[in-house]
């Protein structure tokens, strides 16, 4: 990857972006295929072995750096970067596939560190925050379901009522990431018996569920795009009993909990989106370098110049696009809701193109399992679904333009 200082940045963000990018040249992209190509594969125990000390050894590097966890204040931890820091940082991380868990923000966990951070008890952060940051947990968030409408987190059936000093917990849910390792879930439930504390008419509320606990059952890893297996768990909650102070934050405030996380990780998936679609652009440009075919390189077809000219024209979007966004939740989440809105159509659909160019100058080799586009692809295409799909996104921003023209304001074009 070759990542110079960019003269307009602060001298501390370019020291990060260049200690960040030394991290992935020298450790991540020699070893891409050992560490994450494999996992596919049926991978035998020794090999498995093999790759969890490349990982534990890459991360103990990043540690040592001061690059562990850009998106968690120092006092646990992390490295305390503002949104817009992170995300020139997560650019330059993102470029090898997978890196974000070797830097310490990967979903879900990133995500739920945000609430366990906003929401969580001085307790329930001892408890699941600190072990989550170091590593020796993982987590999932459980909140979609296969009978009711993800895009519509209020039409939600699982419930939660209150049994003395207990949640009873039963539901279904399904498409929760990383459900095979997790050690605990943050479930998103609807508070049927919940007592005094709850706020009238949005009886929402956040549950931290132990997988281990009686009850929880993962059914099973859904399979996408033909894969047979995934770590997107259908989950079933039957009558299962936690402590009462296993909520996360208030009853009735969980919908807002909820948004939080997801403000967040939306743009975390964008920075890395970011990441990944220069590393797309790389390799079509480079294959356009190299391959004879029909008397010259594909670099002088003026069909592949128009790859690669859209392809740069997405990028630049794309990343001043978040940068900005970025930029905006560091003035205020609230603030942001627009344009994190914005980002999550865009920086998808774009990453989808790009990598989608990408494949095609590759031809065969591009959909094989030999590049890490296929992958990218996969990946990208499920990003304009996950995390709220395209279309509730542009009800949103339309929402908000139409509320500021409606109180007169106008839009502000220079924001
Ligand atoms: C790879 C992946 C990982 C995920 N990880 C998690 C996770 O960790 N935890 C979790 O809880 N969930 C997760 N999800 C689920 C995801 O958040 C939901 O799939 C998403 O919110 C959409 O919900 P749904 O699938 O029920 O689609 P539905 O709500 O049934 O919507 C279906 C389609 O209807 C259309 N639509 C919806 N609303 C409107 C509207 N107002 N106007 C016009 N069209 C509309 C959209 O095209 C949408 O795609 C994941 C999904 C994927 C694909």
């Excluded at 020298?26 to 090999?47: A, K, T, V, Y």
Aim: aromatic share 8%; glycine share 10%; hydrophobic share 40%.
């Amino acid at each position: 990857m070759n990542c110079k200082p960019i003269p307009t940045l602060d001298e501390h963000i370019n020291d990060i972006r260049m200690r960040t990018a030394e991290i992935v040249n020298e450790e991540i992209l020699p070893n891409e295929d050992r560490l994450w190509r494999s996992r596919q594969d049926g991978e035998s125990m020794e090999h498995r072995r093999e790759v969890l000390e490349l990982r534990a050894a890459i991360k103990e590097r990043v540690r040592r750096a001061g690059l562990w966890a850009p998106h968690l204040p120092k006092e646990y931890g992390g490295m305390g970067l503002d949104f817009l820091a992170h995300a020139y940082m997560n650019e330059v991380l993102a470029y090898a596939v997978g890196a974000a868990s070797l830097f310490g923000v990967v979903a879900p966990n990133s995500g739920n560190q945000s609430i366990l951070l906003k929401y969580g008890t001085e307790e329930q952060r001892r408890r699941w925050l600190v072990p989550l940051i170091e590593g020796t947990m993982e987590s999932g968030f459980s909140m979609t379901e296969p009978e009711t409408a993800g895009s519509d987190p209020r039409s939600l059936a699982t419930t939660a009522a209150r049994d003395g000093d207990e949640w009873v917990i039963n539901g279904h849910k399904w498409f929760t990431s990383n459900g095979i390792d997790a050690d605990f879930f943050i479930v998103m439930c609807r508070a049927t018996d919940h007592g005094e504390d709850a706020r009238a008419g949005e009886p929402m509320v956040q549950i931290i569920v132990p997988t281990a606990t009686k009850g929880v059952e993962i059914v099973r890893g859904i399979g996408l795009f033909g894969q047979r297996e995934s770590d997107h768990c259908e989950v079933r909650y039957d009558n299962v009993r936690v402590p009462i102070e296993n909520a996360l934050g208030k009853v009735g405030e969980g919908h807002q909990a909820a948004q939080d996380r997801l403000g967040a990780g939306r743009i975390y998936h964008c920075m890395n989106s970011v990441g990944q679609m220069w590393r797309a652009f790389d390799l079509m440009v480079e294959r356009a370098g190299n391959r004879e075919v029909h008397g010259g390189p594909l670099q002088e077809k003026q069909f592949v110049q128009g790859f690669i000219a859209d392809s740069y024209v997405d990028i630049q979007a794309a990343r001043l696009m978040t940068l900005h966004a970025a930029e905006k939740i560091d003035q205020g989440l609230a603030a942001a809701r627009t344009d994190i809105s914005a980002i999550k159509v865009f920086v998808p659909a774009a990453f989808t193109r790009v990598v989608d160019r990408a494949i095609q100058v590759w031809g065969a080799a591009g959909v094989s399992n030999d590049l890490p586009l296929s992958t990218m692809y996969l990946h990208a295409r499920t990003l304009r679904i996950a995390d709220g799909p395209d279309e509730v996104h542009r009800v949103l921003i339309a929402k908000n333009v139409l509320r500021q023209y409606a109180s007169g304001v106008g839009w502000d074009f220079g924001n």
